[in-house]
């Protein structure tokens, strides 16, 4: 009778056993479902961009899941919005993990100021680099290249003047340099 109760005992502990485990799995799902999502809302204030003497602001808007750093799409094609104040038109982005907008002076002698745009890619610490001007009440991208970008020097110094003309300073993601660092490309605006 002993050996029966022991026998007995061991299956309803090794079947609780077993129970609970499932039930541990099933709420490690649904922990890992509830992503933890943030609404990032940025203005950049970037001064007087369409010349009508009043400073200008680009609005961005996304939301980003905190556990795996991706932009939320709901679905759709992951696109990036800058909306601008005073009927400035918006311009979009594909595939951006975020933004970073600074004004920058007249590159292409029109008397209008260009933007300079940062586009975080999926690959790593490589960033789009675009420079847009607003001609005639619309946005016409001038120049584009790619850069590594690590630290916050590196978004500097990425438009040079040589001699009469700018140039987009980007590096070249496939070559490097005698020093083990990225080639340096240069594209005229």
């Not at 003497?53 to 992951?78: H, V, Y």
């Not at 918006?90 to 933007?115: A, R």
């Amino acid at each position: 009778m002993k050996i029966r109760f022991l026998i007995l005992l061991t299956i309803c502990f090794g079947c609780e056993t077993k129970t609970k485990e499932k039930v541990s799995k099933a709420n490690e799902t649904k922990e890992y479902n509830k992503a933890k999502i943030e609404t990032e809302n940025k203005k950049i204030f970037l001064g007087d961009v369409n010349n009508d003497k009043i400073n200008d602001t680009a609005f961005i808007s996304l939301k980003r899941n905190l556990e795996t750093d991706e932009i939320e799409c709901g679905g759709k094609n992951c696109v990036i919005n800058v909306t601008f104040s005073k009927n400035i038109p918006e311009i979009s982005f594909d595939q951006s993990l975020g933004l970073v907008i600074m004004k920058t002076e007249d590159l292409d002698n029109d008397k209008g100021n260009e933007i300079i745009i940062f586009s975080r890619t999926n690959e790593g610490w490589w960033n789009n680099i675009y420079v847009w001007t607003l001609k005639k009440g619309k946005w016409e991208e001038i120049a584009k290249t790619k850069g590594f970008i690590s630290e916050n020097k590196d978004f500097e110094n990425r438009i040079i003047k040589e001699k009469k003309h700018f140039y987009l300073i980007g590096e070249n993601q496939w070559k490097e340099n005698k020093n083990g660092e990225f080639e340096k490309v240069k594209s005229r605006i």
